[in-house]
């Protein structure tokens, strides 16, 4: 698999639901953010990218990384394919981690919307949101013939506290 010439990703993962992504390999590569916003996305990218390339790593889907927001800090989350190395980024997910994938499909500004959404069907289950992770699957250069292509990718834990309110 190899990512389109634009860097989107060719074949991103098909995430639907509630998954279990513990165990999963990664490479993490903190960004600086300012009020949930990027601050140098691309040029954090790039350096990510660079640092697999060095460590002779591959990507799991080339082109998708997710983007934990953050207040001031965020992260990009690189799943990689089943490999082992003893570098300081790379890292196995905490199991459990699960989480629920929504593909949002329409402009950025409606997607606060399909974030509450998920948040509400979360908390009507008993499971607490934690974090937020975007994934962009197309860039304004590949939006032209069709809207945004968002992957937004919600962690949760299971609250019996919340489930003992929600009986009530």
């Not at 089943?82 to 699960?98: N, T």
Request: with cysteine.
């Amino acid at each position: 698999m190899t990512r389109k010439q634009c860097g989107c990703p060719a074949h991103p993962p098909d995430w639907r639901g509630d998954l279990d992504l513990g165990g999963m390999l990664v490479h993490e590569m903190p960004v600086p953010m300012f009020l949930h916003m990027p601050i140098g996305l691309e040029a954090m990218r790039e350096r990510q990218l660079a640092d697999i390339a060095r460590l002779e790593l591959h990507e799991r889907w080339p082109g998708f990384v997710l983007l934990r927001t953050g207040m001031l800090r965020g992260r990009l989350v690189l799943p990689l394919a089943e490999e082992h190395s003893p570098a300081r980024r790379v890292l196995r997910l905490p199991m459990p981690f699960h989480v629920r994938a929504v593909l949002h499909k329409g402009p950025i500004t409606r997607l606060k919307d399909t974030i509450r959404a998920m948040q509400r069907e979360l908390i009507q289950e008993a499971k607490m949101p934690r974090e937020l992770y975007l994934a962009y699957l197309n860039c304004p250069r590949c939006e032209k013939g069709e809207s945004a292509r968002v992957l937004v990718v919600r962690r949760w834990e299971a609250s019996p506290r919340l489930a003992r309110k929600l009986r009530r």
